[in-house]
DNA sequence: TACACGTGGTC
DNA sequence: TGACCAAGTGT
């Protein structure tokens, strides 16, 4: 062990004097001085589980138009709730919320709980959700240890246990430092801070308000830490879609099941997904008899845990009937229906072998783009 | 504890 | 192209 300088202790009023002055302004945020409402801080944090702020702008606005309160949100059907969700990813989340808005609204007389423990009893509310909302939306003393505060953290002390056994260690150390006043901004400074400065790579140690008082940056190894256990690699999987068309110009939209991967979202209708699929065997998956013809190239998508590789088939002119659960859609229609990204790409490479790269409705299965802030 | 669960941007 | 990672939760 080599000697280390003794560094000064951080101190929440150094953070807080830098984000005064360097706070995002986001959407959900309320300016400087003003109470937030807990039901946007509510819809952001579900939103931005493992998402960019960038992805979930655009989102957040389309929710709070369309749903103004929770009471709002609580009254919409799930599958409106759902089909607004589509391109966000990770749909426990949609499900969850629903049913979150619907306990608030319904046996909280519409009021979130103001109490990390009363906010973690809620759907799709964990440690991270219930302690920021609580910090942020009621000023609570919380300890909100996102993937940002656990890199501004391990650096700040110099953590090198590897996550996620270093969580509980993480935590304790960020509940130190939590102030009595401004929680809440404290635990957005935190987060501010690990997206810009602390950054995953090339953090700007120079600019950083605890510059000298951060372990690693006294030892010039910020750059490596949180460190992490080796992931497992990504196995993939094969299946078949199936793209059906009438002559009427309706085309097959089928709804998954609840729960599971996709849970409640429209989109083609697949084969079971497994390690290898035969794609001549898949023909006996397919919804109905037709004469299923296999479009040349596969899809590729990546999700967390596996990567995808599907074989798309196409039929025209079916005379079938929607089997139970799925149902014959106008593609007008489509543009309202939300599919998730990886049934947007099976679509779309249907639609192009079938009626070329100008076909009309690929519009309807364009990515809504977030604006770049 | 470990795994299921999406997607897009960046390097 | 691949690896990483982003305001995690549920089981």
Request: hydrophobic share 45%; aromatic share 8%; proline share 9%.
């Amino acid at each position: 062990m080599s000697a280390r300088p003794i560094l000064p202790s951080p101190q929440a009023g150094d953070l807080l004097s830098w984000y005064d002055r360097h706070r995002r302004r986001l959407p959900w945020r309320a300016p400087p001085g003003e109470a937030a409402d807990p039901y946007r801080v509510w819809l952001s944090e579900i939103m931005l589980q493992q998402t960019t702020v960038a992805t979930v702008g655009p989102y957040f606005e389309r929710f709070i138009t369309r749903w103004p309160s929770v009471e709002a949100l609580a009254a919409a059907p799930l599958e409106d709730v759902l089909a607004a969700w589509a391109g966000l990813g990770y749909y426990a989340r949609a499900r969850n919320l629903h049913a979150c808005a619907r306990v608030v609204a319904g046996t909280h007389g519409g009021r979130f709980p103001d109490t990390e423990v009363g906010l973690r009893a809620l759907p799709g509310v964990g440690p991270y959700t219930a302690a920021a909302i609580a910090a942020i939306a009621f000023g609570r003393p919380a300890a909100a240890v996102d993937g940002n505060v656990e890199r501004v953290i391990t650096r700040l002390h110099g953590i090198d246990t590897p996550l996620p056994e270093a969580k509980a260690q993480i935590r304790a150390r960020t509940l130190d430092l939590v102030p009595e006043d401004r929680p809440g901004d404290f635990a957005q400074a935190l987060m501010d801070l690990g997206a810009s400065l602390c950054s995953p790579k090339r953090p700007a140690c120079a600019l950083c308000p605890w510059r000298d008082c951060c372990v690693a940056n006294a030892r010039g190894d910020a750059e490596t830490l949180p460190r992490r256990a080796a992931k497992p690699e990504r196995p993939t999987r094969r299946g078949a879609a199936f793209w059906a068309e009438r002559g009427n110009g309706t085309v097959l939209i089928h709804r998954r099941p609840p729960k599971g991967l996709l849970g409640g979202m429209d989109g083609l209708w697949l084969t079971p997904l497994s390690a290898d699929i035969d794609p001549a065997e898949a023909r006996a998956h397919a919804p109905f008899p037709a004469r299923w013809n296999r479009i040349a190239g596969e899809v590729d998508h990546l999700f967390t845990h596996f990567r995808l590789r599907l074989t798309v088939f196409a039929a025209t002119d079916v005379t079938a009937f929607a089997p139970t659960g799925s149902r014959w859609v106008s593609k007008a229609e489509l543009a309202e229906v939300g599919f998730p990204t990886v049934m947007r790409k099976a679509a779309q490479h249907a639609l192009r072998a079938l009626h070329g790269p100008g076909a009309e409705a690929l519009a309807a299965f364009r990515r809504r783009r977030p604006t770049r802030t």
